[in-house]
């Protein structure tokens, strides 16, 4: 079967580092993604990864381990803005199946 | 400006009626989507659609319908049979292929009474 895992809730303190981790079990493996979700908001793209290793954008980081079937989300330099939800999510391996596989989100709490 | 919309954002509506969903966008992309969210259980794929006047049931498809009878326009219709459709309702698009990131509308928050 096809599944993703992540915590459920996280806390944390506006200025300090934080890391978001997904693991995914999928019959084969085309990359995956990192959304935020502000509540009562749309999920907005955070970034996407189909090679092993970290990419940066500003204050957000993603990394990818295919052979462990793991990802994580950094954040840095924390802000208040910065409470959401965050999403991974896997597309589809192969064929015409347009259907992403989400995780639940894991809840951020930034507290000052 | 390029985008995916969705209206109204806050709907109410009594106990036995069908109501409708719109979600238009306008960025040239062939597949679209519906998911609805619940509180603690993540998005739920309802029904997308790859192409023109077809469509596929996703994984909570009852008491739901779609028609996909232009590129830019994907409706969504909550029916009567729908037996808890108090939900957040979100629509999302993107271009063919799985590996694509997807584009969401601000939602429909739907609340029947």
């Known amino acids: 079967g096809q599944n993703i895992d992540q915590p459920t809730e996280m806390t944390a303190t506006e200025g300090a580092i934080v890391q978001i981790n997904c693991t995914y079990q999928t019959s084969g493996f085309n990359g995956l993604f990192w959304y935020q979700q502000h509540a009562g908001e749309a999920p907005t793209f955070l970034s996407y990864n189909v090679l092993d290793g970290l990419e940066e954008k500003g204050r957000f980081s993603s990394f990818l381990s295919r052979s462990k079937g793991y990802s994580y989300l950094l954040l840095k330099e924390l802000q208040m803005k910065d409470s959401a939800s965050y999403l991974c999510?896997?597309?589809?391996?192969?064929?015409?199946?347009?259907?992403?596989?989400w995780g639940l989100g894991t809840s951020l709490a930034v507290n000052p | 400006d390029g985008g995916i919309t969705q209206s109204p954002k806050y709907l109410f509506r009594k106990e036995g009626q069908n109501v409708t969903l719109s979600c238009e966008q306008n960025?040239?992309?062939?597949?679209m989507y519906w998911y609805r969210q619940d509180p603690g259980q993540g998005l739920r794929l309802i029904y997308y659609?790859?192409?023109?006047?077809?469509?596929q049931k996703g994984d909570i498809a009852e008491g739901y319908s779609v028609s996909r009878e232009k590129k830019e326009s994907f409706p969504l219709t909550v029916t009567s049979a729908q037996k808890n459709p108090t939900a957040f309702y979100l629509c999302?698009?993107?271009?063919?292929?799985?590996?694509?990131?997807?584009?969401f509308g601000q939602g429909t928050r739907l609340t029947v009474v």
């Open positions: 960025l040239n992309h062939d597949a």
């Open positions: 659609s790859q192409i023109v006047n077809d469509f």
């Open positions: 999302a698009s993107s271009w063919a292929g799985g590996a694509t990131e997807a584009f």
């Open positions: 999510a896997v597309p589809p391996w192969a064929g015409n199946n347009r259907k992403l596989i």
